[in-house]
T-cell receptor, first 115, second 113 residues
Framework: NAGVTQTPKFQVLKTGQSMTLQCAQD?????MYWYRQDPGMGLRLIYY???????DKGEVPNGYNVSRLNKREFSLRLESAAPSQTSVYFC??????????????FGPGTRLTVT | GENVEQHPSTLSVQEGDSAVIKCTYS??????FPWYKQELGKGPQLIID?????GEKKDQRIAVTLNKTAKHFSLHITETQPEDSAVYFC????????????FGKGTHLIIQP
């Protein structure tokens, strides 16, 4: 049981390049999330998916797209990377539907630098 | 939307002493309040949580209290140990059908030997 896995661990992009961050979970969770973490800012929600086939915007969705490929996988795409997207990206998953449980479990993160 | 404030940003305590970190939230409909510990280079790890229908929860040296009226919640760590040194984040889950967590900005806890 690996929990939440993310690839790659590190990535360097040039401004304007595109890339997809991959996330998978093996806990049979319904909900998956993407957050970014910047120094002194805590974690901020980019997008989430409450179930396969659905996605919703979080606090900071601009410049990103997501795909819930199946119940296990949730990817985050940067179509045209900008230096402001330099950050550490975390994927998380949780079981819940209405009534909980709400515990979110996080992956190890992807450290992205855009030059 | 929800806004979570966390204090202090840095907390230094002597080993064996207690540490308290406080958070306030703005959305009275928020219904779930977890605390995460993050070590350098790793993802956040859930250490304790509390739901809105409970006032206090304890797990060994860690406890969380929730005051819904005042919209604040606190993390208490007793008998601190060197391995407690890390960054701690509080968070709140909004009510009203939205999902995801809103996080505070974190507290860097330093345990002095």
């Amino acid at each position: 049981n690996a929990g939440v896995t993310q690839t790659p661990k590190f990535q360097v992009l040039k401004t304007g390049q595109s890339m997809t961050l991959q996330c998978a979970q093996d806990m049979n969770h319904n909900s998956m999330y993407w957050y970014r973490q910047d120094p002194g800012m805590g974690l901020r929600l980019i997008y989430y998916s409450a179930s396969e086939g659905t996605t919703d915007k979080g606090e900071v969705p601009n410049g990103y797209n997501v795909s819930r490929l199946n119940k296990r996988e949730f990817s985050l795409r940067l179509e045209s990377a900008a230096p402001s997207q330099t950050s550490v990206y975390f994927c998380a998953s949780s079981a819940p539907l209405a009534g909980g449980p709400y515990e979110q479990y996080f992956g190890p993160g992807t450290r992205l630098t855009v030059t | 939307g929800e806004n979570v404030e966390q204090h202090p940003s840095t907390l230094s305590v002597q080993e064996g002493d207690s540490a308290v970190i406080k958070c306030t939230y703005s959305d009275s409909a928020s219904n779930y309040f977890p605390w995460y510990k993050q070590e350098l280079g790793k993802g956040p790890q859930l250490i304790i949580d509390i739901r809105s229908n409970v006032g206090e929860k304890k797990d060994q040296r860690i406890a969380v209290t929730l005051n819904k009226t005042a919209k604040h919640f606190s993390l208490h760590i007793t008998e601190t140990q060197p391995e407690d040194s890390a960054v701690y984040f509080c968070a709140a889950r909004p009510g009203g059908g939205a999902d995801g967590l809103t996080f505070g900005k974190g507290t860097h806890l330093i345990i002095q030997p």
